[in-house]
Nanobody, 120 residues
Framework: QVQLVESGGGLVRPGGSLRLSCAAS????????MGWYRQTPGSQRELIAS???????NYRDSVKGRFTISRDDANNTSYLQMNSLRLEDTATYYC??????????????WGQGTQVTVSS
């Protein structure tokens, strides 16, 4: 079974940086896209950034120029580099992968979530 394990969250001051990691493992044939989402209490989960197998990226406007998504296909891992963090970036961050396995052409898997808290 495919599993996505997240790491890298924590408490940082405004203006600080964090790098989130998402390592996928299991019976993976190909990962089409990987994305990072975030959610705060009382709000719905929103897409922050995504990256295709070819390296094409998309970002939510509020994080453009501050966050960078990347992927290491040799290790089935995605990263979210978060710079110039703001109070409003505080949220639980979830990684997602859309991929193919031996038994499914398209499947979506989610990480367990990692907390990012920006506070002075």
């Amino acid at each position: 079974q495919v599993q996505l394990v997240e790491s890298g969250g924590g408490l940082v001051r405004p203006g600080g940086s964090l790098r989130l990691s998402c390592a996928a493992s299991g019976d993976i044939v190909n990962i089409y896209t990987m994305g990072w989402y975030r959610q705060t209490p009382g709000s719905q989960r929103e897409l922050i950034a995504s990256i295709t197998h070819g390296g094409n990226t998309n970002y939510r406007d509020s994080v453009k120029g501050r966050f960078t998504i990347s992927r290491d296909d040799a290790n089935n891992t995605s990263y979210l580099q978060m710079n110039s963090l703001r109070l409003e970036d505080t949220a639980t961050y979830y990684c997602e992968a859309n991929l193919a396995t031996r038994t499914s052409l398209w499947s979506t898997f989610w990480g367990q979530g990692t907390q990012v808290t920006v506070s002075s």
